[in-house]
T-cell receptor
């Protein structure tokens, strides 16, 4: 099966910091990409889709680099409530989930 | 409200027993999926179905079975052949195979 690789972390950052996660994927033909957020002992929830031109949703920015086969998620002005595991997802058939990067935002 | 409902939230299995986890969706999604998640680990795909009366094995199908007799329902049976069933089981659905998946809130299965 196609692979999706993420740095497992944990990333421990102070409130207000900017943090970035990268994710690499193996299938150069993949067309759709997503970021999910999973809180401890909860189900994953869709955070944002990743478009080829990059996209922004408030403090969150997602970017795609097809040439290097990686996608990134940037979180600005980190809040305590951003503490979670962030899953990178690549649309093969079916979707391929990375194992996630754990973020802890510290007061 | 549309969504995915998994039941029960917690389930206990005795040795040698089969148990069935329920997953129902009213989102009119064609595709449904079952994942297993162990503590501190990522999601692993058990089975998926892209259309009624059809399903495919995922990465860890051994010891599990599914059916897809109705569009809304995709039950998962954990058989006695699954020797280490203790895990968090997540059901998901999507409009199509390459579309974002929406998850139920999961079932935690434990061995008595």
């Amino acid at each position: 099966r196609k692979e999706v690789e993420q740095d497992p972390g944990p990333f421990n950052v102070p409130e207000g910091a900017t943090v970035a996660f990268n994710c690499t994927y193996s299938n150069s033909a993949s067309q759709s990409f997503f970021w999910y957020r999973q809180d401890c002992r909860k189900e994953p929830k869709l955070l944002m889709s990743v478009y080829s031109s990059g996209n922004e949703d408030g403090r969150f920015t997602a970017q795609l680099n097809r040439a290097s086969q990686y996608i990134s998620l940037l979180i600005r002005d980190s809040k305590l409530s951003d503490s979670a595991t962030y899953l990178c997802v690549v649309a093969d058939t079916p979707l391929v989930f990375g194992k996630g990067t754990r973020l802890s935002v510290i007061a | 409200d549309g969504g995915i409902t998994q039941s029960p939230k917690y389930l206990f299995r005795k040795e040698g027993q089969n148990v069935t986890l329920s997953c129902e969706q009213n989102l009119n999604h064609d595709a449904m999926y079952w994942y297993r998640q162990d503590p501190g680990q990522g999601l692993r795909l058990i089975y998926y179905s892209q259309i009624v009366n059809d399903f495919q094995k995922g990465d860890i199908a051994e010891g599990y079975s599914v059916s897809r007799e109705k569009k809304e329902s995709f039950p998962l049976t954990v058989t006695s052949a699954q020797k280490n069933p203790t895990a968090f089981y997540l059901c998901a659905s999507s409009i199509g195979e390459n579309q974002p998946q929406h998850f139920g809130d999961g079932t935690r299965l434990s061995i008595l």
